[in-house]
């Protein structure tokens, strides 16, 4: 009896301090959290660097809204803009380095150039998010084959693990990120694919080798 009483003691106590603990979060503190938890099931045991991610929080944006060019800002007008980051975006093509702004709206992504916006994705239309299973911060966006879209975004991102989790939550497509090994088919436009190839090296590079492949180390 005196046994089944101390672990009831102890089932109540440990409920106190979890209760005390959830109600003395902050609400910023709570959405750091939120977001962890999604990065946890998106990554975790899949991705290298995922450990050393967990210490490191969450900034709700690392560029503010006036840092955007006004004419960008007139162009998504009555869209809520929740996270803007640097980018390095590779052309499809000839997967020439490009830096870019990655703007994530309540409804949208947008891929800008200093006063222009050079692609919309509809988070409605998004058909899937990859990465690699390496350390590198490559993600490629996956968008369908219409007349709207010249084909999927593939971009370089310092703070991976915090871009793809704030995309996939405000998309509402956690279910549609793919960590991949090796290697990933991406679509260049014009009913056309490309391969993306992920290797180990001495050192962090990008480069188009000798058939035609982006090769990321």
């Known amino acids: 009896f005196l046994m089944q009483t101390s672990e009831m003691l102890q089932k109540i106590c440990v409920r106190n301090l979890v209760r005390k603990y959830c109600r003395g ?107 690699s299973n390496l350390s590198d911060g490559i993600m490629v966006i996956h968008v369908p084959e219409d007349n709207k879209q010249k084909g999927d975004v593939i971009l370089q991102c310092e703070h991976i693990f915090e871009t793809v989790t704030k995309l996939c939550i405000l998309a509402n497509k956690q279910s549609a990120v793919k960590v991949v090994k090796g290697s990933l088919r991406f679509r260049v436009g014009s009913g056309k694919e490309g391969t993306m190839v992920f290797t180990v090296g001495p050192e962090p590079q990008v480069f188009k080798d000798k058939t035609g492949q982006l090769t990321v180390v």
């Open 25 to 131: 979060l902050t609400a910023e503190r709570k959405v750091q959290l939120q977001q962890k938890v999604v990065t946890s099931a998106v990554f975790s045991g899949k991705k290298e660097g995922y450990l050393e991610s967990l210490s490191q929080p969450f900034l709700e944006t690392r560029l503010k809204e006036n840092d955007l060019n006004p004419k960008v800002l007139q162009l998504i007008r009555g869209e809520n803009i929740k996270y803007v980051t640097p980018v390095v975006k590779y052309d499809r093509n000839g997967f020439k380095a490009r830096e870019r702004l990655l703007v994530l709206t309540q409804s949208s992504a947008y891929v800008v150039e200093m006063a222009k916006i050079k692609q919309k994705i509809e988070y409605s239309t998004l058909k899937g998010i990859s990465t």
